[in-house]
């Protein structure tokens, strides 16, 4: 049996469950895949301080550097996992410069540099995995690639980071404050020591970056992506959201508008209660894919966690061992046909912000005094934005109270402009809390 | 670019959106697989006398019968959407034999004859590839084989029929009785004129077949998987369950109990309402995957459907041209690699009926008198058959009433033997009815 010869970068959560998951699980992937993927170099920093099992039988594969590693004429095909944007690019474009095909689970990297990879992938026939990248162990990059192939995706969303997931979990079902449910979070390791990356909601935007250039079939700039974290998301606001029918979730949303031409956004959002992402709780990830020809197609899963992203790595570099093989086997000159709807090198243009049209949900604080629905009304009815819902919990006149409107679609340029002027009426006291709503019925 | 040539067998609903959703979408899976795949001849009964635009385009490819098909010397894959178990298999073993792979989404044929087709297809070297056969268009059956190729599974359970799942959403949602359901789903498209093979549970328990043969890496007998459908099922016990916190699907449950051995069964389940497949209503499937290295993954979408199969036919059918590339361009002699984690043509040990474990529900109905409880605790507790709870509304004196039952994990056989002597109870009025629960814990 042919055994295919792997370079491992990166010793971290994820590093080590892949050398460990690929140990214990050797025979059983020798059977399913007639391949034996062996770990015959590692890269990483003070692995060899670390004390554990693992630890020890992957100190004697270590190697001095990641230019060592591409160089090592053994080494078929190159993991990384080193994280970030720095020498995990100069990895990934020196080994697929040397021609060895690459997995990652880097969405950093693929959302700020996939099109110089592609790009340097495609020249060289090396190809990328990258299924762990988004979602930790669900299988979607593969759906999305191979199993769905024979769609157009005209809608995907989905919860794709789990501390989000797990603080506003907490908020919506216990009534913790955002502060509060952080905390939480960091004490179960959901969320790190500086929690800004998840909770401003740029880990998500990097994901959705990657699943918005499979959906547009070409590259997303993630500098285009609009991303609303939720650092200013409060009690009172899930609970008004529940009385009107909708969860709140951070959300991942991407619209096809046409070839290589995308919507795509991170940002609270209400959702009704019966949709099914309103029902995924804690660091749950879940996907939601629309396809031309198969419908709405869910996943759910593990979308983190050193074991679970472990599984999505060792499918992929199963797939690239494969690869490996095919290509080593191969009628010189041939081209081996790539994996399927691959990204490919193209741009892709992104709708700007001030254009994406979606349903509104305004909390005010005003004065409680006759006629200011009236005057917050004609300001949104200059703009041509409908009002569909209103809430307003009984007070007492003269006093600041909650003012709660719904409205319907209406363009984000079209809300700034009407917010702008709101926020100028005397009668407005407080900052509006604006937050999106969608039913993703068409 | 490289056209590959494929001979359809079966016209109907899913042959004909096959052939409409491969022609609307050629460039652009021509883009994303770097192949073009063209149907070159069809075999069909009755197509030339239909009447629609993709009929007449795909009677002009007719050719005489499954044997021409197959002897065509352009085509180099067979796609077979006839079902059953008679030419569909001959075909499929004829077309093997020539060393052409087969896209097929027969499930019947596969949970009946799967081991014969899988000798075959490894003997000539020909894959066969079946998305289709369960769950529709959702990308399950490449996510066991490939994207969760790291794990040994532990646990998969799911709703696998459309038919039941609506008529039971139908019986929970709206108190319709099992007959008027039945005739709704009758109206609806959903169910068959003679609907046996989806309400008694078989065609659910062909999918559990193929499901289990994925979890027990070997051929699992159909003849061996403890089938029980929904015809008995009233809205009486669907209301029962729910006040105790239950909903009740009709569910295929496997566990693995070891390499190459398997508990696999279908029957009504009483499942926690919290249980994500609670609230999966309608026609649509929805499953459940226990990972060794992941943990849960779960899928959901249009289990049924020409469109739906055909998204599934089609990936299949663009990864059999791959090899079918792949094959064509190799050194002489190389062996390809297969697809990982095939069934393999090994036979699986099947868990018999009697020795499965797990909780109960019964519903007896009793002489409502003082000590009926003690007399029916007393046999189930000489049987080892802990009761967990006890529903017993309120009746009057010397009436038939129900008496709902809920057990500790007791095995099946015990069950059996219990229940006979309790039917021989003088209190005891009518057939008890015994449903299983599951919560899925461990």
Redesign the interface.
Known sequence: MRTVHIGLAGFGTVGSAVFR??QS?AE??A?????RPEIVAIAAKNLSSRAGGAERAAARLLVRDLDVLVADSRVELIVELIGGCGVARRLILSSLRAGKPVVTANKALLAEHGREIFIESRRHGAPVWF?ASVAG???LI??LR???????FRLLYGIVNGTCNYILSRMTLEGAGFEEALREAQAQGFAEADPTFDIDGYDAAHKATVLASLVA?GCVNFRKVPVEGIRHITVEDIRFAQRLGYALKLLAIIRSLGPNHVEVRVHPTLIPVTN?LA?IHGVTNAVMVR?S??????????GA?G??T???V??DL??AA?HV??QK???KG?P???P??AVGSVASRVAPAESIVSRYYLRLGVLDRPGVLARIASILGAAKIGISSVLQPEGHEGRVVPLILMTHDARHGAMLGALARIRRLPVVKSRPVVLRVETFES
Chains 1, 2 share one sequence.
């Open positions: 998951n690929l699980n059983l992937l059977r399913r895949c007639g391949m299924e162990g669900i299988p593969q759906a191979e199993g769905l192939v024979a769609n157009r079939g099914r029902s396809g020809v198969v419908g709405d197609v869910e996943f759910s899963g593990p966690g074991d679970a472990s599984s999505a060792i499918s199963m797939e494969r093989v095919l086997e191969r009628v041939a081996l046909p790539q399927p709807s």
